[in-house]
């Protein structure tokens, strides 16, 4: 099976455009894709994206999906394991890393300062 990325060099990403609210986030989190896309329906193909959270942005309940994600902490600070007012959970800060296998929950989240997200999105090929 192949990857659905094309090839692409070093090139300077317009950081003020190209954002937009991934579908049941709230407004105060954006994602822009880098490479890629994921047919979750289809349970195909692989993504690239910066996830970006407003300061004191969060979560409220957890995420469970059924594809591969690897998240890279790039700037600010990350909150894992808030509850549904915000409150609590374990903070973390650049170059952390979490890869996480299907079916696995986590969260939610919780960004105090505001923070990037390099996220890897994909699933097992068949």
């Not at 409220?60 to 549904?84: C, I, K, M, Q, R």
């Not at 890393?97 to 068949?126: M, N, T």
Request: proline share 7%; glycine share 12%.
């Amino acid at each position: 099976m192949a990857i659905n990325k094309l090839h692409d060099e070093f090139k300077t990403l317009d950081m003020s455009v190209g954002w937009e609210v991934p579908k049941g986030y709230p407004k105060g989190i954006q994602q822009k894709i880098l490479s890629g896309a994921l047919d979750e329906v289809g349970r195909k193909g692989s993504r690239t994206r910066l996830l970006r959270f407003d300061p004191g942005e969060f979560t409220t309940v957890p995420f469970v999906h059924e594809y591969w994600e690897e998240v890279f902490l790039v700037s600010g600070d990350l909150t894992v394991g808030n509850d549904a007012q915000g409150k609590g959970g374990e903070s973390f800060f650049p170059f952390t890393y979490a890869c996480r296998p299907p079916g696995a929950y986590h969260g939610p989240f919780r960004s105090d300062a505001g923070c990037i997200l390099l996220e890897i999105h994909y699933f097992d090929p068949v």
